[in-house]
């Protein structure tokens, strides 16, 4: 098998120098073509995989620290691959179409091809170091997005941002050294360390699992670490808010799946976890029901989409784990859609208050049935990616917790009829308009119609991905 990892990692890294070097618009399209053929290669990856049936033995490119035995070494699994192809969607279409003003193109091209190296090279980390180092390139990457790039009170959402993640990424750290320390042979390897996590005392596993949940929990986010995520939103660019919640909370997501894989004490907290997760998920979509600005809501929704994760996750089930990689596969492509067409009605309209924006259909119709059709993927329709991922969670959240892992459902179905409401008022009603001060251009429309297709595509066709679960 190609080094498929190595040389999507190389063509990111020549294309952010090539990027970081040009000027206006010419830096811009060298980006979308290095994330072009990052994609590319993203998805002849998958199709190898499922094509040889085998995620290979990995790639180890060189020594990075040998006195640690540290190398910079990947790894494929079912749970990485799916992760690492949505981010490669996730930000093409970033760079394509996220700059809805095509303002400081240099800078914003930059950052977004700096975290989707990040992203890929986090999903696919063979070891824990590599993971701690990849998920700080991106926690700065998208700081820096947020302090450079956004609205008025960017810099205090930005900050605010800044003292969260420092946190998850101290606790992250704490958490590794920990598990480097009480291994038997040190190692930050994550195939090793899942062998024999059995032989580390259960008192050490659970301090362990307390750590690194806590630093997961803060990244997804989940109540009650969560207050950083709607600031950051309502502040960022259209750019930043579409990596945010597509893909930067996914770190979050891909550290819960490996936690609860690697220690056998995580099994003793199922029951925990999930009752945090349902509560997280009603709560969420409450606090949305009184918020105004759409930004802000779509925010929201990713709190609550990724308590229904977690939901998956704590069942510790094929169907749980298999239905959570589907779920954040799903929200990636949805919350990166629905988030392109928010900003896209706050360039036109200079406003995003749903109170005061109507009548949207009137001036655009391919960005109101864009968030019509986002609302119907994030609540899962049929034939929508989100449906597969719900339908799988809620499988393994039965199967581990009886009836009362369906719980979570209401909070979907609350979550579904407020949105209705809200592109209801917003998008399709005629009864008053609002006047546009601008118009998006094809590059919008293409991201739209970009990212419907795979949600189509990998709603109508769920056996691609669920042949790398064995399901």
Partial sequence: MLPFIGIMLAVLALTLVASAMLKGNASRLAAIAGSAVAAVLAFALLGTVLYTGSFGTGESLASYIPQLNVLLDFRLTAVSLVLIVMASIVAFVTLLSGNVEMERLRVSSSLVLLFELAAIGLFSSANLLLFFIFWDVGVVALFFMIYMLGSANRRHAAMKFLIYELLASLLLLLGIMMVYFYTPIHSFDIAYITSVASTVSKSTQGLIFF?????????????????????????????????????????????????????????????????????????????????????????????????????????????????????????????????????????????????????????????????????????????????????????????????????????????????????????????????????????????????????????????????????
Avoid: C
């Fill in 211 to 471: 750590v690194l949940f806590i630093a997961f929990l803060i990244n997804m986010p989940v109540f009650p670490v969560h207050l950083w995520l709607p600031d950051a939103h309502t502040e960022a660019s259209t750019q930043g808010s579409m990596l945010l919640s597509g893909v930067l909370t996914k770190f979050g997501g891909y550290g819960m799946l490996l936690l609860f894989s690697m220690l056998p004490i995580a099994s003793a907290y199922m029951v925990p976890v999930m009752i945090l997760a349902a509560f997280s998920a009603f709560y969420s979509v409450l606090v949305l029901m009184v918020q105004h600005d759409i930004k802000r809501i779509v925010a929201y929704t990713t709190i609550v989409e990724m308590s229904i994760i977690l939901v998956g996750i704590a069942s510790l089930s094929a169907f749980g784990t298999a239905g959570a990689t589907y779920a954040m596969l799903a929200h990636g492509l949805t919350v990166a859609l629905m988030f392109l067409a928010a900003g896209s009605v706050g360039y036109m309209f200079a406003d995003r208050d749903i109170r005061s924006v109507s009548g949207v259909v009137r001036n655009t119709i391919s960005t109101t049935y864009a968030f019509l059709l986002g609302i119907f993927a994030t609540t899962g329709v049929p034939l929508t990616t989100a449906f597969i991922g719900d339908v799988l969670i809620f499988i393994g959240a039965i199967g581990a917790f009886g009836i009362y892992g369906a719980i979570p459902l209401a909070a979907l179905a609350l979550l579904g009829a407020f949105l209705y409401y809200v592109v209801n008022r917003s998008f399709l009603s005629v009864k008053r308009k609002s006047n546009a001060v601008a118009y998006i251009g094809r590059s919008q429309n293409a991201g739209y119609a970009i990212l419907l297709f795979f949600i189509l595509l990998f709603g109508i066709l769920p056996f691609v991905i669920l042949k790398l679960f064995g399901i």
